[in-house]
């Protein structure tokens, strides 16, 4: 992800790089009409995997949504589903570098508790560039491995909120 550093030693983007790569990914990829609501899912990472997500995922599907793992699709798929996307909702990581070429999208990302690094604020700072809602939820961890225990009746409360007002989701 296109960075810089401020004066402050603050972790920067650097949105002039997003936009050269959203106005390139617009004139390729399609946009749909009937946007989807994506849950990512990574079962083969050793590292922040949901460990409920059996639970988490049979929640969702009565709101709509489709699980979708990034690490099997290839990059132009994965910028059509998050291009196309009104929901999207995972455990933190590299997948939410896609947000760059999502609009009106409702993001949650579930963050391991006790976890900082420069990368704590990165996809909220994409999203707030363009205009996403962004919900970054601290979530318990069962190992080492930040592997997070996702408060499912968090998550729902928050899927409800975003589905009956007057956010993008309708």
């Not at 946009?31 to 995997?49: G, H, Q, Y």
């Not at 997500?53 to 049979?58: A, D, K, Q, V």
Request: overall charge positive; aromatic content about 12%; glycine content about 4%.
């Amino acid at each position: 992800i296109p960075n810089s550093y401020s004066k402050n030693n603050f972790y920067l983007l650097d949105k002039r790089s997003f936009d050269w790569i959203r106005d390139k990914v617009n004139i390729i990829i399609p946009k749909i009409n009937d946007r989807k609501k994506f849950f990512i899912s990574r079962p083969d990472n050793l590292e922040r995997r949901i460990t409920n997500e059996n639970e988490l995922f049979l929640m969702l599907k009565k709101y709509g949504f489709e699980k979708i793992n990034p690490d099997k699709m290839t990059v132009r798929d994965q910028i059509e589903k998050f291009s196309n996307s009104s929901f999207v909702i995972g455990a933190h990581g590299a997948s939410f570098s896609n947000l760059i070429v999502s609009s009106k999208c409702v993001v949650i990302e579930l963050y391991p508790e006790g976890r900082y690094s420069e990368s704590t604020m990165t996809y909220y700072q994409i999203s707030q560039m363009y205009g996403l809602k962004h919900y970054l939820v601290t979530s318990k961890c069962d190992s080492k491995n930040e592997n997070i225990i996702a408060d499912v009746s968090l998550v729902e409360k928050i899927v409800k909120i975003s589905i009956t007002s007057n956010g993008y989701i309708l």
